[in-house]
């Protein structure tokens, strides 16, 4: 008995199941779109156009037979062709054809019609910028025109008006690829000579606020207070831009500021150059850093702290003024002079020297002390970014003295020092 129902199932149920799924299969299950015309059509308006058929073909052929007759395909041809040409402005729809299978093929033959855009003129403006940073953006945007050619050209007129859509799309995508910091609107003035207006404006989050330092090494820091507002004018020109934008142009904008400052005759005449670093962010900072490699010009003044009075030291000389002028002859040597006034008993000596860089941070001196009519020697290493050690020898009297110094600031630093009698501590202020 088992054996008969086996049979049963085998020759009676099986092809009927091979039937129902072979019914199943051949069924549409996509669409694919083709659209031709007398003329080119625009690559971005076909997308569009071959997107709209598919969406309407699916409604009508997903799920149908992949083996429907050719009947029923024109039918549902004509129908796509009614409902297309209905919503479709500036072609007329000529023709289309179904060819029916899993994946049936649509193709839709169209007719333009006349005044077509032949030229497209595209004027950008830049929201809000200053000229500096809307060079820049232009820059970011050479070859946007391209969008707009690829999208009009060879358009009938009067489809300029449902193609927004199209242009929108492809503006974004070109900001996102090109300026993905900005947006943009558009307004297009469909014609034979075509002309759009785009405009370009940020996007959150800008820079709010812009602190600004300015240093040097070389020269007085009160010498770049002369220069202060020219560097804060430029460096305000951040204010309202893109965090994200100011970061990727950073470079740029750093070459802007140096630049500025560099271009005055009196930073010319003193070879001076000048190093910006900028930390973006909402509220972003900006570091100047100006410096000469040819002079050397420096004032500074110290006070001496727990030192006592010795034979070679007064009371009244804890509290001094330097002023350090040099000038470099090569890449290692440089000549100086040095002036230190006392105020407290308005005493002062005059130094006349020369340097040599040993390389690896430490440089060697020689000077000659005109007050005392005696050389001195000087040892400077370089410890680290803001340590440094120096040894000073005034053979005349076999006098050494060796300090440490630790910078807590541009403008200030501390030194303990020692020699043979004594050790104190220096507090040394750089204007």
């Known amino acids: 008995m088992i054996k008969k129902f086996l049979v049963f199932l085998f020759f009676f149920v099986a092809p009927l199941c ?4 072979t019914e199943a299969s051949n069924r549409i299950t996509s669409v694919q779109a083709t659209v031709t015309s007398s003329s080119a059509v625009p690559a971005p308006v076909a997308a569009r156009m071959s997107s709209s058929i598919d969406a309407i073909a699916e409604q009508l052929l997903l799920g149908k037979s992949a083996a429907m007759s050719a009947g029923d395909a024109a039918k549902q041809a004509a129908i796509i062709q009614e409902v297309f040409d209905k919503v479709l402005v500036g072609y007329t729809v000529m023709g289309v054809t179904v060819t029916p299978g899993e994946t049936a093929n649509v193709a839709v033959t169209l007719a333009p019609w006349n005044d077509r855009v032949e030229r497209v003129a595209v004027t950008v403006n830049v929201d809000g910028m200053a000229p500096e940073v809307e060079a820049l953006v232009r820059q970011d945007l050479a070859g946007v025109e391209q969008v707009f050619d690829r999208a009009l050209l060879g358009l009938p007129i009067a489809a300029a008006d449902w193609t927004n859509g199209v242009l929108k799309r492809e503006v974004n995508a070109y900001l996102d690829a090109h300026l993905p910091e900005f947006r943009a609107d558009f307004d297009v003035t469909a014609d034979t000579d075509a002309r759009v207006t785009l405009t370009v404006y940020p996007r959150l989050p800008v820079v709010r606020t812009v602190d600004l330092s300015v240093r040097s090494d070389t020269m007085p820091n009160v010498m770049l207070l002369t220069h202060r507002e020219l560097m804060k004018d430029k460096a305000d020109l951040l204010v309202g831009v893109p965090v994200a934008f100011t970061e990727r142009h950073r470079a740029a904008f750093e070459q802007l500021l140096a630049g500025a400052v560099d271009q005055q005759s009196d930073f010319r005449a003193l070879r001076m150059k000048t190093e910006v670093a900028i930390t973006t962010g909402e509220r972003a900072s900006v570091m100047a850093r100006s410096d000469s490699d040819r002079y050397r010009l420096r004032l500074m003044g110290w006070l001496d702290v727990g030192r006592s009075e010795s034979r070679v030291h007064s009371n009244e000389d804890d509290l001094v003024g330097q002023l350090h002028a040099g ?10 002079t040095k002036l230190e006034v006392a105020p407290q008993n308005v005493d002062w000596r005059f130094q006349l020297g020369w340097r040599h860089d040993l390389g690896w941070g430490t440089a060697a ?42 910078r807590l600031h541009d403008f200030l630093s501390l030194e303990y020092a020692v020699d043979s009698e004594d050790s104190w501590l220096r507090v040394i202020g750089f204007f």
Not at 18 to 21: D, S
């Open 18 to 21: 091979f039937c129902v799924t």
């Open 327 to 336: 000038v470099r002859l090569d890449a290692v040597d440089e000549l100086y």
């Open 365 to 406: 001196s020689l000077r000659y002390d005109f007050k005392d009519g005696r050389p001195i020697y000087d040892f400077d290493w370089r410890i680290a970014p803001d340590w440094s050690a120096r040894y000073e020898y005034r053979p005349a009297d076999s006098r050494g003295e060796g300090a440490l110094r630790y």
